[in-house]
């Protein structure tokens, strides 16, 4: 099986895509064609916020959104160590420094309670990360943040079509961003990503730092980046749409299949925890457990891919690693030895899905029971 199937993806979708690939050869306006603006108007009513604005990749996102901020050499940003690095990555490369915040063990999400001890005058932006296809604790992280006259983004690279309290990820703060990376719940075949805000001020501004400062061409009035979607891919993420919602109701369905065969086990695993009070697109389904390099080599051997989000945490990086010498986050440490992603999609039968815990459970109950036969190690 594959870990993301997305071959069985485009053989449901073909024609929905060839044409609207087709559409875009024939018109040529392969920058800034008239999908784009059709693909921003979609994915704004579907958030419910004002402005979608759509870039190149979810990094290019997150790093506008934060010049659109002003965010510069000096500032602080708050965020959590345990994400894919772009998050991160945008904020330095604006010569600001990212302040980690552990992350809750049950969801994996940046911890609320932790984040204000960590704010201060130097503080612009909190970035939480709705990991693995589940918001964070947005209403705290936005009532904090409130308190102290700074500004929320939400992470939402891997949870674009969630829903918190009612209200859809990418529309849970003051600004959003999003990755269509081919991998995500809506993806496209390269990079791209979008931006979301009802704050016309910041919409304004980051539509022109997209288009390298321009507020009409060749006036540039703020430094900007060629940070542009293309059209062709805003065609491919236009035709994945239509079958979008569908896709997300059998993440659903192969999620609670997960839920059912692997809660309340007896072999020393758990799955990453969900809050009632929000749905999660389950960009990965990911599981905590002992002994992982044992565990993933028997799922090999039996030909089911796994993945690791994220084996090694931000502030352990050694590009990073000195940027915030106060970063405590044994949460984040522990957890990235022991996480441990399994198949997931939209795709993906029940059938292998059993396939994939019968072996991993059964692995695990056996590795379980070595490591407690082992004789003690009694060297000093």
Known sequence: MDFIDLKSQYQASRDLINGRIQAVLDHGQYIMGPEVGELETRLAEYTGA???????????ALLIALMALGVGRGDEVITTPFTFIATAEAIVLLGATP?????DPYTCNIDPALIEARITPRTRAIIPVSLYGQPADMDEINAIAERHGIAVIEDAAQSFG???RGRQSCNLSRMGCTSFFPSKPLGCYGDGGALFTSDEELAKAMREIRVHGQSKRYVHTRIGVGGRMDTLQCAVVLAKLELFDWELQQRQRAAATYDNLLFGNDAGLRPVGRREDRTSVYAQY?????HRTDLQAALQAAQIPTAVHYPVPIHRQPAYAHL???ASCPVSDALAGKVMSLPMGPYLSNADIHAVCSTLLHAARETQA????APADLTV
């Open 50 to 60: 004002s402005h979608c604005i759509t870039v190149a990749s979810g990094t290019e």
């Open 99 to 103: 302040v980690f915040v552990d992350v």
């Open 162 to 164: 969630a829903s918190y």
């Open 286 to 290: 990911t599981v905590v457990l002992e």
């Open 324 to 326: 915030d010498a106060a």
């Open 370 to 373: 070595a490591h407690l036969a």
